[in-house]
């Protein structure tokens, strides 16, 4: 089992719709969760960082976490074209310190 | 601010030869990566340095070597590169071990 596992995609939406992007981790005591955005032949980028259970909102962007389930997802509201890109999740493993990066998901908003 | 620096942005190697790849960043991080990026893959951890003089290995080190030269700089040598190292190479830093990294633009290598 990897340790951050992500939906496979490719995602694609319609313009103005909801993505729901999903990650799923084995290490129980993770401490912190990101979210990065790749566009395609760029680096990535940070776009959400979340500590504690709940929801976290930014801008049309929220987190959800629930370290019960291990799972953290990212919600993109009224998604845009220039939300198209490959979108990782990331979990800061407490015990070594570094975070390890799931395979990402592609999504494609369509005008 | 550069952010994180690095160079070259494409090289192209004959299997056997050798190169290092150079990082440098200008936020005053404590803690600097290497990753590197197969196609239609995430980011594989391949050394990192939580803090000046200190180096560890990541997921994928063999065939590797790296060196934090000073705080602002890290880089990751190939001593004898194989067609399998072909592969985007990314540097981050972070203030702080694993908190939020910054990525450079990346190195695109390929070994023929």
């Known amino acids: 089992q990897k340790e951050v596992e992500q939906n496979s995609g490719p995602l694609s939406v319609p313009e103005g719709a909801i993505a729901s992007l999903n990650c799923t981790y084995s290490?129980?005591?993770?401490?912190?969760f990101f979210w990065y955005r790749q566009y395609s032949g760029k680096s990535p980028e940070l776009i959400m960082s979340?500590?504690?259970?709940g929801d976290k909102e930014d801008g049309r962007f929220t987190a959800q976490l629930n370290k019960a389930s291990q799972y953290v997802s990212l919600l993109i509201r009224d998604s845009q074209p220039s939300d198209s890109a490959t979108y990782l999740c990331?979990?800061?493993?407490?015990?070594?310190?570094?975070?390890?990066f799931g395979d990402g998901t592609t999504l494609t908003v369509k005008p | 601010n550069a952010g994180v620096t690095q160079t070259p942005k494409f090289q192209v190697l004959k299997t056997g030869q050798s190169m290092t790849l150079q990082c440098a960043q200008d936020m005053n991080h404590n803690s600097m990566y290497w990753y590197r990026q197969d196609p239609g893959m995430g980011l594989r951890l391949i050394y990192y340095?939580?803090?000046?003089?200190?180096?560890d290995k990541g997921e994928v080190p063999n065939g590797y070597n790296v060196s934090r030269l000073n705080k602002r700089e890290f880089s990751l040598r190939l001593e004898s590169a194989a067609p399998s190292q072909t592969s985007v190479y990314f540097c981050a830093s972070s203030e702080g071990w694993g908190l939020k990294q910054y990525f450079g633009p990346g190195t695109r290598l390929t070994v023929t």
């Open positions: 979340i500590y504690s259970n």
């Open positions: 990331a979990v800061k493993n407490t015990n070594a310190g570094k975070s390890t």
């Open positions: 340095s939580a803090s000046e003089g200190t180096t």
């Open positions: 290490d129980r005591v993770s401490q912190s």
